[in-house]
Protein backbone atom coordinates (compact mmCIF):
# COMPACT_ATOMS: atom_id res chain seq x y z
CA UNK A 1 0.00 0.00 0.00
CA UNK A 2 1.14 3.50 -1.20
CA UNK A 3 -0.12 6.47 1.33
CA UNK A 4 0.19 9.76 -0.15
CA UNK A 5 0.92 11.44 3.00
CA UNK A 6 0.75 16.05 2.43
CA UNK A 7 3.62 18.02 3.70
CA UNK A 8 3.36 18.22 7.67
CA UNK A 9 1.78 20.94 9.28
CA UNK A 10 2.97 22.21 13.03
CA UNK A 11 2.35 18.69 14.57
CA UNK A 12 -0.40 19.10 17.32
CA UNK A 13 -0.18 19.40 21.28
CA UNK A 14 -1.42 17.21 23.51
CA UNK A 15 -4.19 18.66 25.07
CA UNK A 16 -3.32 19.16 28.54
CA UNK A 17 -5.02 16.08 31.24
CA UNK A 18 -4.63 18.27 34.28
CA UNK A 19 -8.47 17.98 35.20
CA UNK A 20 -10.30 15.34 34.73
CA UNK A 21 -12.54 15.27 32.23
CA UNK A 22 -16.19 15.47 33.27
CA UNK A 23 -17.21 11.69 31.82
CA UNK A 24 -20.86 12.40 33.53
CA UNK A 25 -21.73 14.97 30.88
CA UNK A 26 -21.21 12.45 27.98
CA UNK A 27 -22.19 9.30 30.27
CA UNK A 28 -25.58 7.52 29.58
CA UNK A 29 -26.86 7.22 26.90
CA UNK A 30 -23.60 8.57 24.73
CA UNK A 31 -20.73 8.77 25.66
CA UNK A 32 -17.17 7.61 24.04
CA UNK A 33 -17.57 3.46 22.95
CA UNK A 34 -16.76 1.64 19.98
CA UNK A 35 -20.45 0.57 18.49
CA UNK A 36 -21.45 4.19 18.19
CA UNK A 37 -25.69 4.29 17.76
CA UNK A 38 -26.22 3.92 14.10
CA UNK A 39 -29.59 3.31 12.63
CA UNK A 40 -30.47 2.32 9.08
CA UNK A 41 -28.18 0.43 6.71
CA UNK A 42 -29.94 -2.41 6.64
CA UNK A 43 -33.01 -1.15 4.69
CA UNK A 44 -30.30 0.47 1.60
CA UNK A 45 -30.78 4.23 3.06
CA UNK A 46 -27.10 5.52 4.63
CA UNK A 47 -26.08 4.47 7.87
CA UNK A 48 -26.65 7.33 10.30
CA UNK A 49 -24.17 7.83 13.56
CA UNK A 50 -25.93 9.53 16.28
CA UNK A 51 -23.19 11.90 17.02
CA UNK A 52 -25.28 14.34 19.68
CA UNK A 53 -26.33 11.00 22.13
CA UNK A 54 -26.37 12.46 25.64
CA UNK A 55 -25.98 16.37 24.50
CA UNK A 56 -27.92 19.16 26.46
CA UNK A 57 -29.86 21.61 25.40
CA UNK A 58 -30.34 24.77 27.48
CA UNK A 59 -28.29 25.42 30.07
CA UNK A 60 -25.26 23.63 30.44
CA UNK A 61 -23.54 24.04 33.64
CA UNK A 62 -19.87 23.53 34.92
CA UNK A 63 -20.29 20.80 36.51
CA UNK A 64 -18.54 22.05 39.55
CA UNK A 65 -20.14 24.48 40.59
CA UNK A 66 -23.53 25.50 38.21
CA UNK A 67 -22.30 28.17 36.12
CA UNK A 68 -22.73 28.76 32.47
CA UNK A 69 -19.90 30.69 31.79
CA UNK A 70 -18.21 28.02 29.68
CA UNK A 71 -15.08 29.49 27.42
CA UNK A 72 -12.58 27.62 25.46
CA UNK A 73 -8.61 28.59 26.29
CA UNK A 74 -6.73 28.55 23.29
CA UNK A 75 -3.62 28.31 25.21
CA UNK A 76 -4.16 25.13 27.45
CA UNK A 77 -6.37 23.86 24.87
CA UNK A 78 -9.19 23.29 27.60
CA UNK A 79 -12.27 24.45 27.78
CA UNK A 80 -12.83 26.46 31.33
CA UNK A 81 -15.61 27.86 33.74
CA UNK A 82 -14.89 31.48 33.82
CA UNK A 83 -16.47 31.49 37.53
CA UNK A 84 -14.31 28.69 39.08
CA UNK A 85 -11.99 28.58 36.56
CA UNK A 86 -12.55 24.48 36.58
CA UNK A 87 -10.74 22.92 33.71
CA UNK A 88 -11.68 20.15 31.47
CA UNK A 89 -10.78 18.55 28.18
CA UNK A 90 -13.74 17.09 25.60
CA UNK A 91 -12.77 13.18 25.85
CA UNK A 92 -14.60 12.20 22.31
CA UNK A 93 -13.10 12.54 19.64
CA UNK A 94 -14.18 11.62 15.85
CA UNK A 95 -12.10 8.16 16.14
CA UNK A 96 -14.28 7.85 19.57
CA UNK A 97 -17.55 8.31 17.77
CA UNK A 98 -17.02 5.92 15.07
CA UNK A 99 -16.42 7.95 12.25
CA UNK A 100 -12.82 7.91 11.99
CA UNK A 101 -10.67 4.84 10.79
CA UNK A 102 -10.30 1.63 8.48
CA UNK A 103 -11.22 3.73 5.05
CA UNK A 104 -10.69 0.27 2.95
CA UNK A 105 -13.42 -1.61 4.95
CA UNK A 106 -16.11 1.26 4.37
CA UNK A 107 -19.60 0.23 2.61
CA UNK A 108 -22.34 2.56 1.22
CA UNK A 109 -22.94 5.43 2.78
CA UNK A 110 -22.32 6.94 6.49
CA UNK A 111 -23.72 9.57 7.74
CA UNK A 112 -22.63 11.54 10.93
CA UNK A 113 -26.12 12.70 12.52
CA UNK A 114 -24.86 16.50 11.75
CA UNK A 115 -25.39 16.15 8.37
CA UNK A 116 -28.13 14.57 7.01
CA UNK A 117 -30.77 16.62 5.31
CA UNK A 118 -31.50 20.08 6.12
CA UNK A 119 -35.34 20.19 6.49
CA UNK A 120 -36.16 23.73 4.65
CA UNK A 121 -38.88 24.09 7.16
CA UNK A 122 -37.49 23.43 10.10
CA UNK A 123 -37.02 26.89 12.45
CA UNK A 124 -34.09 28.70 12.65
CA UNK A 125 -35.30 30.64 16.14
CA UNK A 126 -35.32 28.39 18.62
CA UNK A 127 -37.26 29.25 22.04
CA UNK A 128 -35.79 28.19 25.37
CA UNK A 129 -37.39 28.00 29.11
CA UNK A 130 -34.03 29.00 30.89
CA UNK A 131 -34.21 26.84 33.95
CA UNK A 132 -32.62 29.20 36.01
CA UNK A 133 -35.33 31.97 36.04
CA UNK A 134 -37.99 30.77 33.96
CA UNK A 135 -37.91 33.17 31.40
CA UNK A 136 -37.90 32.42 27.54
CA UNK A 137 -34.49 32.87 25.95
CA UNK A 138 -34.58 32.77 21.62
CA UNK A 139 -31.38 31.17 20.35
CA UNK A 140 -31.23 32.58 16.92
CA UNK A 141 -29.59 29.21 15.30
CA UNK A 142 -28.92 31.36 12.01
CA UNK A 143 -26.07 33.17 13.64
CA UNK A 144 -24.50 30.41 16.65
CA UNK A 145 -26.00 28.27 18.89
CA UNK A 146 -26.04 30.06 22.24
CA UNK A 147 -27.86 32.93 23.66
CA UNK A 148 -27.52 34.47 27.01
CA UNK A 149 -30.55 34.85 28.96
CA UNK A 150 -31.37 38.71 29.44
CA UNK A 151 -32.59 38.32 33.09
CA UNK A 152 -29.89 35.81 34.82
CA UNK A 153 -27.39 36.16 32.68
CA UNK A 154 -26.85 32.38 32.21
CA UNK A 155 -26.10 30.78 28.61
CA UNK A 156 -28.30 29.21 27.07
CA UNK A 157 -27.00 26.21 24.35
CA UNK A 158 -28.13 24.26 21.41
CA UNK A 159 -26.08 21.02 21.69
CA UNK A 160 -28.62 18.31 19.98
CA UNK A 161 -28.57 18.41 16.64
CA UNK A 162 -32.11 20.20 14.82
CA UNK A 163 -32.91 19.31 11.17
CA UNK A 164 -31.29 23.19 10.12
CA UNK A 165 -27.85 22.35 9.69
CA UNK A 166 -26.99 24.63 12.70
CA UNK A 167 -25.36 21.88 14.96
CA UNK A 168 -22.68 19.95 13.38
CA UNK A 169 -20.74 16.85 14.16
CA UNK A 170 -17.58 17.60 15.18
CA UNK A 171 -15.59 20.73 15.71
CA UNK A 172 -11.92 21.68 15.46
CA UNK A 173 -11.02 24.03 18.61
CA UNK A 174 -8.76 26.64 18.04
CA UNK A 175 -4.55 26.47 18.06
CA UNK A 176 -3.10 29.87 17.50
CA UNK A 177 -4.08 32.51 19.33
CA UNK A 178 -5.60 35.77 18.35
CA UNK A 179 -2.42 37.72 19.13
CA UNK A 180 -1.06 35.43 16.61
CA UNK A 181 -3.63 36.00 13.98
CA UNK A 182 -3.37 39.49 14.28
CA UNK A 183 0.64 39.26 13.82
CA UNK A 184 0.49 37.10 10.43
CA UNK A 185 -2.22 39.37 9.06
CA UNK A 186 0.10 42.30 10.02
CA UNK A 187 3.14 40.49 8.13
CA UNK A 188 0.72 39.46 5.24
CA UNK A 189 -0.39 42.92 4.79
CA UNK A 190 2.87 44.83 5.27
CA UNK A 191 4.19 43.16 2.94
CA UNK A 192 1.63 44.42 0.63
CA UNK A 193 1.78 48.17 1.35
CA UNK A 194 3.30 50.32 -1.60
CA UNK A 195 0.56 49.56 -4.02
CA UNK A 196 -2.38 49.09 -1.60
CA UNK A 197 -5.28 51.08 -1.86
CA UNK A 198 -4.78 54.07 0.49
CA UNK A 199 -7.89 54.31 2.27
CA UNK A 200 -7.47 50.42 3.06
CA UNK A 201 -4.27 51.51 4.61
CA UNK A 202 -5.83 54.14 6.92
CA UNK A 203 -8.63 51.64 7.87
CA UNK A 204 -6.10 48.38 8.59
CA UNK A 205 -6.59 47.34 12.32
CA UNK A 206 -5.21 43.71 12.56
CA UNK A 207 -6.64 43.36 15.93
CA UNK A 208 -10.49 43.58 14.13
CA UNK A 209 -9.48 40.12 13.09
CA UNK A 210 -12.75 38.00 14.06
CA UNK A 211 -12.46 34.22 15.28
CA UNK A 212 -15.26 32.48 12.97
CA UNK A 213 -16.38 28.45 13.00
CA UNK A 214 -16.78 27.85 9.16
CA UNK A 215 -18.87 24.79 7.99
CA UNK A 216 -17.50 22.05 6.16
CA UNK A 217 -18.72 18.55 4.90
CA UNK A 218 -15.56 16.01 5.47
CA UNK A 219 -15.85 12.59 3.71
CA UNK A 220 -13.74 9.41 3.91
CA UNK A 221 -13.72 7.90 0.28
CA UNK A 222 -13.06 4.14 -0.49
CA UNK A 223 -12.99 4.03 -3.75
CA UNK A 224 -11.87 1.79 -7.17
CA UNK A 225 -10.29 4.27 -9.83
CA UNK A 226 -10.00 2.67 -13.40
CA UNK A 227 -7.77 4.97 -15.79
CA UNK A 228 -7.46 4.24 -19.85
CA UNK A 229 -5.07 5.75 -22.23
CA UNK A 230 -2.22 5.62 -24.09
CA UNK A 231 1.58 6.36 -23.32
CA UNK A 232 4.56 6.72 -24.89
CA UNK A 233 7.88 5.69 -24.20
CA UNK A 234 11.11 7.59 -25.66
CA UNK A 235 13.15 5.46 -27.41
CA UNK A 236 15.38 7.45 -28.84
CA UNK A 237 16.65 11.01 -29.78
CA UNK A 238 18.35 12.74 -32.43
CA UNK A 239 19.15 16.09 -34.36
CA UNK A 240 18.19 16.00 -38.18
CA UNK A 241 19.53 18.75 -41.12
CA UNK A 242 17.05 20.25 -43.09
CA UNK A 243 17.09 22.37 -46.08
CA UNK A 244 14.82 25.33 -45.71
CA UNK A 245 12.80 26.94 -48.48
CA UNK A 246 15.58 29.45 -49.17
CA UNK A 247 18.23 26.93 -49.11
CA UNK A 248 19.67 27.46 -46.11
CA UNK A 249 20.03 24.39 -43.69
CA UNK A 250 19.03 24.33 -39.91
CA UNK A 251 19.10 21.68 -37.16
CA UNK A 252 16.09 20.23 -35.67
CA UNK A 253 15.57 17.39 -33.06
CA UNK A 254 13.78 14.41 -33.60
CA UNK A 255 12.36 11.81 -31.36
CA UNK A 256 11.54 8.21 -31.95
CA UNK A 257 9.22 6.45 -29.42
CA UNK A 258 7.33 3.15 -28.52
CA UNK A 259 3.81 3.52 -27.93
CA UNK A 260 1.56 1.68 -25.57
CA UNK A 261 -2.35 1.61 -24.51
CA UNK A 262 -2.06 1.48 -20.61
CA UNK A 263 -4.87 0.32 -18.37
CA UNK A 264 -4.17 1.51 -14.35
CA UNK A 265 -6.26 0.15 -11.98
CA UNK A 266 -6.31 0.60 -7.89
CA UNK A 267 -7.87 1.06 -4.70
CA UNK A 268 -8.42 4.53 -3.41
CA UNK A 269 -8.95 5.15 -0.16
CA UNK A 270 -9.48 9.14 0.58
CA UNK A 271 -9.14 10.07 3.98
CA UNK A 272 -11.29 13.54 5.06
CA UNK A 273 -11.32 15.16 1.80
CA UNK A 274 -13.13 18.95 3.19
CA UNK A 275 -15.55 20.94 1.00
CA UNK A 276 -17.28 23.74 2.07
CA UNK A 277 -20.73 23.14 2.79
CA UNK A 278 -22.20 27.31 2.72
CA UNK A 279 -23.56 27.81 -1.03
CA UNK A 280 -22.03 31.01 -0.29
CA UNK A 281 -18.56 30.14 0.61
CA UNK A 282 -18.41 27.61 -2.40
CA UNK A 283 -18.60 30.30 -4.31
CA UNK A 284 -14.63 31.22 -5.38
CA UNK A 285 -15.35 33.51 -8.23
CA UNK A 286 -13.45 36.36 -6.26
CA UNK A 287 -16.56 38.75 -6.94
CA UNK A 288 -18.01 40.19 -4.60
CA UNK A 289 -16.39 38.41 -1.81
CA UNK A 290 -12.82 36.91 -2.07
CA UNK A 291 -13.91 33.31 -0.92
CA UNK A 292 -11.49 32.35 -2.80
CA UNK A 293 -9.15 33.33 -0.01
CA UNK A 294 -10.49 31.10 2.84
CA UNK A 295 -10.35 27.97 0.34
CA UNK A 296 -6.46 28.25 0.16
CA UNK A 297 -6.29 27.78 3.58
CA UNK A 298 -7.26 24.44 3.75
CA UNK A 299 -6.26 21.57 4.95
CA UNK A 300 -6.88 21.10 8.83
CA UNK A 301 -6.29 18.58 10.81
CA UNK A 302 -9.68 17.00 11.25
CA UNK A 303 -8.70 14.29 12.44
CA UNK A 304 -8.48 16.14 16.02
CA UNK A 305 -11.93 17.17 15.65
CA UNK A 306 -13.67 16.38 18.55
CA UNK A 307 -17.60 16.18 19.49
CA UNK A 308 -19.78 19.61 19.10
CA UNK A 309 -19.96 21.49 22.29
CA UNK A 310 -21.43 25.02 22.28
CA UNK A 311 -18.64 25.93 25.09
CA UNK A 312 -16.13 26.07 21.87
CA UNK A 313 -18.29 28.57 20.55
CA UNK A 314 -18.36 31.18 23.25
CA UNK A 315 -16.76 34.45 22.10
CA UNK A 316 -16.75 33.51 18.37
CA UNK A 317 -18.85 33.15 15.47
CA UNK A 318 -20.38 30.32 13.24
CA UNK A 319 -21.61 30.47 9.91
CA UNK A 320 -24.55 27.73 9.53
CA UNK A 321 -24.36 24.49 6.96
CA UNK A 322 -26.62 25.31 4.62
CA UNK A 323 -25.76 23.05 1.74
CA UNK A 324 -26.42 18.60 2.25
CA UNK A 325 -24.22 15.92 1.37
CA UNK A 326 -26.22 15.58 -2.08
CA UNK A 327 -25.38 19.18 -3.00
CA UNK A 328 -21.26 18.84 -2.53
CA UNK A 329 -21.12 15.02 -3.66
CA UNK A 330 -20.38 15.84 -7.09
CA UNK A 331 -17.49 18.30 -6.39
CA UNK A 332 -16.86 15.84 -3.94
CA UNK A 333 -16.39 12.75 -6.64
CA UNK A 334 -14.74 15.32 -9.02
CA UNK A 335 -11.87 16.33 -6.34
CA UNK A 336 -11.70 12.33 -5.86
CA UNK A 337 -11.03 11.69 -9.04
CA UNK A 338 -8.44 14.27 -9.70
CA UNK A 339 -6.54 12.51 -6.82
CA UNK A 340 -6.80 9.44 -8.33
CA UNK A 341 -5.21 11.36 -11.63
CA UNK A 342 -2.70 12.39 -9.20
CA UNK A 343 -1.63 8.91 -7.66
CA UNK A 344 -1.91 7.41 -10.98
CA UNK A 345 1.22 9.40 -12.06
CA UNK A 346 3.57 7.45 -9.86
CA UNK A 347 2.40 3.97 -11.77
CA UNK A 348 3.57 5.26 -14.89
CA UNK A 349 6.73 6.75 -14.96
CA UNK A 350 8.02 4.40 -17.56
CA UNK A 351 6.00 6.36 -20.08
CA UNK A 352 8.27 9.61 -19.80
CA UNK A 353 7.08 11.24 -23.24
CA UNK A 354 3.30 11.43 -21.30
CA UNK A 355 0.28 9.93 -20.82
CA UNK A 356 -3.34 10.57 -22.20
CA UNK A 357 -5.66 9.36 -20.15
CA UNK A 358 -9.45 8.86 -22.61
CA UNK A 359 -11.59 7.15 -19.78
CA UNK A 360 -11.18 7.09 -15.62
CA UNK A 361 -13.92 6.06 -14.09
CA UNK A 362 -14.20 6.05 -10.19
CA UNK A 363 -16.72 3.34 -8.40
CA UNK A 364 -17.05 4.44 -4.96
CA UNK A 365 -17.88 1.49 -2.51
CA UNK A 366 -17.79 3.50 0.59
CA UNK A 367 -18.73 6.80 1.58
CA UNK A 368 -18.55 8.64 4.91
CA UNK A 369 -19.29 12.20 5.63
CA UNK A 370 -19.16 14.35 8.81
CA UNK A 371 -20.25 18.00 9.25
CA UNK A 372 -17.29 19.75 10.74
CA UNK A 373 -17.22 23.81 12.25
CA UNK A 374 -13.47 24.31 11.47
CA UNK A 375 -11.72 27.63 13.24
CA UNK A 376 -11.01 30.49 10.97
CA UNK A 377 -9.19 33.32 12.06
CA UNK A 378 -10.90 36.13 9.24
CA UNK A 379 -9.58 39.92 9.22
CA UNK A 380 -12.89 41.74 6.40
CA UNK A 381 -12.69 44.79 4.64
CA UNK A 382 -15.31 46.15 2.67
CA UNK A 383 -13.51 47.79 -0.36
CA UNK A 384 -16.47 50.93 -1.72
CA UNK A 385 -15.37 52.01 -5.33
CA UNK A 386 -16.25 55.02 -7.06
CA UNK A 387 -18.41 53.39 -9.14
CA UNK A 388 -20.87 52.62 -5.84
CA UNK A 389 -19.82 48.64 -5.78
CA UNK A 390 -18.24 47.20 -3.60
CA UNK A 391 -16.25 44.04 -2.97
CA UNK A 392 -15.25 42.22 0.56
CA UNK A 393 -11.51 41.62 0.99
CA UNK A 394 -10.85 39.19 2.90
CA UNK A 395 -7.34 37.90 5.14
CA UNK A 396 -7.69 34.72 6.46
CA UNK A 397 -5.63 32.65 8.84
CA UNK A 398 -6.35 28.77 9.52
CA UNK A 399 -6.96 28.22 13.26
CA UNK A 400 -4.89 25.61 13.91
CA UNK A 401 -1.89 25.37 11.25
CA UNK A 402 -1.46 29.85 11.45
CA UNK A 403 -1.51 29.45 6.84
CA UNK A 404 -2.02 32.90 5.83
CA UNK A 405 -3.55 34.24 2.69
CA UNK A 406 -5.70 37.33 1.68
CA UNK A 407 -6.87 39.92 -0.99
CA UNK A 408 -5.46 43.47 -0.30
CA UNK A 409 -7.16 46.19 -2.38
CA UNK A 410 -5.14 47.25 -5.03
CA UNK A 411 -4.18 51.48 -5.96
CA UNK A 412 -4.42 51.34 -9.72
CA UNK A 413 -3.37 54.60 -10.24
CA UNK A 414 0.03 54.25 -8.76
CA UNK A 415 0.36 50.71 -9.90
CA UNK A 416 -0.35 51.61 -13.35
CA UNK A 417 2.12 54.79 -12.76
CA UNK A 418 5.04 52.49 -12.01
CA UNK A 419 4.02 50.11 -14.76
CA UNK A 420 4.45 52.58 -17.68
CA UNK A 421 7.87 53.75 -15.81
CA UNK A 422 9.01 49.97 -15.92
CA UNK A 423 7.71 49.90 -19.59
CA UNK A 424 9.47 52.94 -21.01
CA UNK A 425 12.62 51.88 -19.40
CA UNK A 426 12.62 48.53 -20.76
CA UNK A 427 11.52 49.60 -23.97
CA UNK A 428 14.67 51.46 -24.14
CA UNK A 429 16.53 48.79 -23.03
CA UNK A 430 14.87 47.18 -26.13
CA UNK A 431 16.03 49.76 -28.20
CA UNK A 432 19.52 49.81 -27.09
CA UNK A 433 19.89 46.21 -27.26
CA UNK A 434 18.95 46.06 -30.52
CA UNK A 435 21.00 49.28 -32.22
CA UNK A 436 24.29 47.85 -29.61
CA UNK A 437 24.18 44.30 -29.36
CA UNK A 438 24.08 43.91 -33.23
CA UNK B 1 9.05 54.49 -29.03
CA UNK B 2 7.38 51.22 -29.31
CA UNK B 3 6.81 51.55 -33.23
CA UNK B 4 10.53 52.16 -32.96
CA UNK B 5 11.01 49.28 -30.98
CA UNK B 6 8.81 46.61 -33.09
CA UNK B 7 10.73 47.78 -36.20
CA UNK B 8 14.18 46.64 -34.39
CA UNK B 9 12.24 43.83 -33.66
CA UNK B 10 11.66 42.74 -37.13
CA UNK B 11 15.39 44.03 -38.19
CA UNK B 12 16.95 41.92 -35.22
CA UNK B 13 14.30 38.60 -36.75
CA UNK B 14 16.02 39.34 -40.28
CA UNK B 15 19.55 39.76 -39.88
CA UNK B 16 20.54 37.22 -37.14
CA UNK B 17 21.21 34.13 -37.89
CA UNK B 18 19.07 30.69 -36.60
CA UNK B 19 19.04 30.53 -33.09
CA UNK B 20 21.10 33.53 -31.87
CA UNK B 21 18.26 35.73 -33.51
CA UNK B 22 15.58 33.44 -32.17
CA UNK B 23 17.19 34.21 -28.53
CA UNK B 24 17.64 38.04 -28.81
CA UNK B 25 14.36 38.51 -30.54
CA UNK B 26 12.44 36.62 -26.91
CA UNK B 27 14.95 39.01 -24.73
CA UNK B 28 13.35 42.06 -26.62
CA UNK B 29 9.85 40.84 -26.86
CA UNK B 30 10.72 40.01 -22.95
CA UNK B 31 11.48 43.60 -22.44
CA UNK B 32 8.60 44.63 -24.19
CA UNK B 33 6.46 43.36 -22.53
CA UNK B 34 7.71 44.22 -19.03
CA UNK B 35 5.29 46.59 -18.11
CA UNK B 36 1.84 44.70 -18.55
CA UNK B 37 3.67 41.77 -17.23
CA UNK B 38 4.87 43.60 -13.99
CA UNK B 39 1.33 45.46 -13.37
CA UNK B 40 -0.50 41.67 -13.89
CA UNK B 41 1.77 40.09 -11.45
CA UNK B 42 2.21 42.91 -8.62
CA UNK B 43 -2.18 43.11 -9.33
CA UNK B 44 -2.14 39.22 -8.72
CA UNK B 45 0.34 39.02 -5.17
CA UNK B 46 -1.66 41.67 -4.05
CA UNK B 47 -5.10 40.26 -4.84
CA UNK B 48 -4.40 36.42 -5.32
CA UNK B 49 -7.42 35.69 -7.07
CA UNK B 50 -6.34 32.60 -8.49
CA UNK B 51 -5.09 30.92 -5.31
CA UNK B 52 -7.08 27.50 -4.06
CA UNK B 53 -6.33 24.63 -2.18
CA UNK B 54 -4.76 21.87 -3.86
CA UNK B 55 -6.67 18.85 -3.30
CA UNK B 56 -4.58 16.61 -4.85
CA UNK B 57 -1.31 17.00 -2.90
CA UNK B 58 -3.37 17.99 0.55
CA UNK B 59 -5.38 15.83 1.22
CA UNK B 60 -4.18 12.30 2.52
CA UNK B 61 -4.75 8.84 0.05
CA UNK B 62 -3.87 5.78 0.05
CA UNK B 63 -3.36 3.56 -2.77
CA UNK B 64 -3.74 -0.15 -2.59
CA UNK B 65 -3.78 -3.49 -5.19
CA UNK B 66 -2.42 -1.43 -8.02
CA UNK B 67 -2.68 -3.61 -11.16
CA UNK B 68 -2.71 -2.44 -15.25
CA UNK B 69 -1.98 -3.74 -18.23
CA UNK B 70 0.87 -2.14 -20.73
CA UNK B 71 0.18 -3.46 -24.41
CA UNK B 72 2.36 -2.19 -26.86
CA UNK B 73 0.78 -0.82 -30.44
CA UNK B 74 3.46 0.56 -32.65
CA UNK B 75 6.52 2.22 -32.61
CA UNK B 76 6.31 6.19 -33.70
CA UNK B 77 9.42 7.21 -35.71
CA UNK B 78 10.37 10.81 -36.17
CA UNK B 79 8.27 13.03 -33.93
CA UNK B 80 9.07 16.16 -33.65
CA UNK B 81 7.01 17.09 -30.58
CA UNK B 82 9.10 16.52 -27.51
CA UNK B 83 6.58 15.77 -25.27
CA UNK B 84 2.98 13.44 -26.59
CA UNK B 85 0.12 14.80 -28.20
CA UNK B 86 -2.67 15.65 -25.57
CA UNK B 87 -0.80 14.27 -22.52
CA UNK B 88 -3.08 14.61 -19.67
CA UNK B 89 -1.73 13.15 -16.76
CA UNK B 90 0.03 15.80 -14.76
CA UNK B 91 -2.90 17.97 -14.89
Known sequence: MTVHEPDPVAPPHAPSQGSPPPETRAAGAGGPHPGAPQTGGQTGGPTVVRTDAGAQDGLVKCIRCGATEIAYDIAKATLRCGFCRYEWVSAVTLADLGLDGDIGSLKGVVLGSGSTDIVPSSDEVLTFRCTGCGADVVVDTAHGTQARCHWCRSVLSVNQQIPNGAVPDVLLPFRLPQADAVERVREFVGKRQFYAHPRFRAEFVPENVVGVYMPYLVVDLNA?????????????????????????????????????????????????????????????????????????????????????????????????????????????????????????????????????????????????????????????????????SSRLHYVAVNGRT???????????????????????VAAVAALLLVVIGL | MHVLALEALTVVADSSSGEEGAVKAVVVIALLLAGPLFYGLTWGRYRNTGKRHDHRRDTRSATAAERGADTHVRRLVGRTNRTMHGANHES
Open chain 1, 224 to 388: KARLEGQGEHLVRRYTVTIKDANGQERSETRYDADLYDVVREFDLHVDDLTIESSADRRDHGAGARTNNVINTILPFDVENAVRYDSGYLSGFTAERRDTDVDGVREPAFAQAKEIARFRARDMVEFYDRGVRWDHERLTVVGQRWVAAYLPVWLYSYNEVRRNG
Open chain 1, 402 to 424: GETMGSVPVNHRRLLAVSVVVEA
